[in-house]
């Protein structure tokens, strides 16, 4: 047999396994045959078992490629489930502000000069979210994703209550210790005399009356 007679032969015996309902049987069945049937040299058999392999291959991804996702698709299932009803942000700051009798303007004020409403922003001293709670401040207030917006706020707004309790419901002292934290407020007794402090409590005051 030559190589075009056994290229025709491939090409019906492919027709026929893809209408086979065992398609892997069909073409160990006709490889049997092609070696009790022909005298083949063995670089051609070793062609001929090359190329059944490759239509077993290829059957194979035919039949399982569809029910196969893609990275892009998995991802994007993810992240639809993840922001399945997400609540939205208005209402988590609005929700928190009521709850702990905090003015929601300032809250807002707060959250636009920590990280101008980016819930993943960080940094570089590693404070996080959207109130840019340190890991310390947020594990002491039973923050478990610090990345969440819900539990970001709740608990940013929660230490600003504290800190205006602390401090005779002074805004400008709140804010300085919620900066700098409340050892550095005690210790000068006021405002820190820090240019990051002073230029904070300042800026998110103005918007706060703004």
């Not at 009790?36 to 290829?58: C, F, I, R, T, W």
């Not at 993810?78 to 942000?89: E, T, V």
């Not at 419901?169 to 006021?190: E, F, I, S, T």
């Amino acid at each position: 047999m030559n190589i075009d007679s056994l290229n025709k032969l491939m090409e019906m015996q492919a027709m026929r396994t893809l209408g086979s309902e065992n398609p892997e049987k069909s073409s160990q069945n006709f490889f049997q045959l092609m070696q009790q049937s022909m005298d083949v040299n063995p670089n051609l058999l070793g062609s001929v078992a090359s190329l059944v392999e490759q239509h077993k291959l290829q059957n194979a991804l035919s039949t399982q490629i569809p029910n196969i996702q893609s990275p892009i698709e998995t991802t994007a299932q993810a992240i639809h489930i993840k922001s399945k009803n997400p609540q939205p942000l208005d209402q988590i700051i609005k929700t928190a502000a009521e709850q702990y009798q905090v003015p929601e303007k300032l809250v807002r004020s707060v959250i636009q000069h920590e990280s101008n409403y980016n819930p993943d922003a960080v940094s570089h001293a590693g404070a996080s979210g959207l109130m840019q709670l340190m890991p310390g401040t947020a594990k002491w207030l039973g923050v478990k994703n610090i990345f969440d917006p819900a539990e970001n706020v709740n608990a940013g707004v929660k230490y600003l209550r504290d800190m205006l309790n602390k401090y005779n419901q002074d805004p400008k002292l709140a804010l300085a210790a919620y900066n700098a934290g409340p050892g550095n407020v005690d210790k000068y007794n006021g405002i820190p005399p820090f240019k990051e402090t002073t230029n904070y409590v300042r800026k998110v005051m103005d918007t706060y009356l703004s």
